[in-house]
């Protein structure tokens, strides 16, 4: 990463830190572009270079966990079924970052809860993620995915997650411990992927005529 690279990513970050510290000590509606972009010492024009809009702010991991997923669509072996790699790309994400644990997550969620445009923006960003995911596994996987059985796979997949991160994140506790969330999350989505499991590991063992 380039000396540029690293000062736009502090940057980010220092805006994220600021907006978190804001949006809980003063509220969401209270806060504006221009306390964050003072908090974090830019100007409010500059904000802009960063991030769209305040809800834009809350999420500044997703692009991340799109790539990871696609990632690791891109690098599968031969013998990786489209859960594996799912799940696989949900643990790299983990080990690379604690986002899903953090004081920011937590606040998140309240948010999505109390606040219609945050919960709006929330639902268009993973309903872009999955198609964008889903359309990806169906091209890696021809044989064993159409269009629609790779959106249910990876509605499971995104399902899973959220649904464990809703509860998990009502427990201000587990914010001191990101590696028991990413472990009970791992867990979600191994049980919400199990049927896809079973079913890749037979194909593994029934391969279609004219393949084996």
């Known amino acids: 990463m380039s000396l540029r690279d690293r000062k736009r990513a502090r940057t980010r970050q220092t805006l994220v830190d600021a907006a978190t510290e804001l949006f809980e000590r003063n509220g969401y509606d209270e806060t504006t572009i221009a306390d964050i972009a003072a908090a974090a010492d830019i100007g409010t024009r ?69 606040v219609p445009a945050v919960r709006g923006r ?14 990806n596994l169906a091209a890696a996987f021809p044989e064993r ?20 991160l809703q ?7 587990q914010l001191g411990d990101p590696a028991a969330v990413q472990v009970a999350v791992r867990r979600a989505t191994d049980v919400a992927l199990t049927p896809w499991l079973r079913a890749s590991a037979w194909t ?9």
Not at 124 to 134: K, V, Y
Not at 167 to 173: A, I, N, R, S, T
């Open 145 to 164: 995915l159409d269009e629609v059985s790779a959106a249910a796979l990876t509605g499971a997949f995104v399902g899973a997650v959220t649904g464990a």
């Open 167 to 173: 509860v998990l994140l009502d427990d201000l506790d």
């Open 122 to 135: 929330m639902l268009q960003i993973q309903l872009d993620a999955q198609r964008e995911i889903a359309r």
């Open 46 to 114: 500059t904000f802009f270079s960063y991030f769209a809009s305040k809800e834009e702010l809350l999420f500044p991991e997703s692009d991340a966990r799109v790539r990871a997923a696609i990632e690791g669509i891109e690098s599968r072996g031969p013998d990786d079924g489209p859960a594996e790699v799912l799940l696989r790309a949900l643990h790299k994400v983990g080990d690379d970052n604690d986002d899903m644990a953090s004081r920011l997550a937590a606040l998140r969620l309240r948010l999505v809860r109390t």
């Open 204 to 212: 593994v063992d029934h391969p279609p005529r004219g393949t084996a």
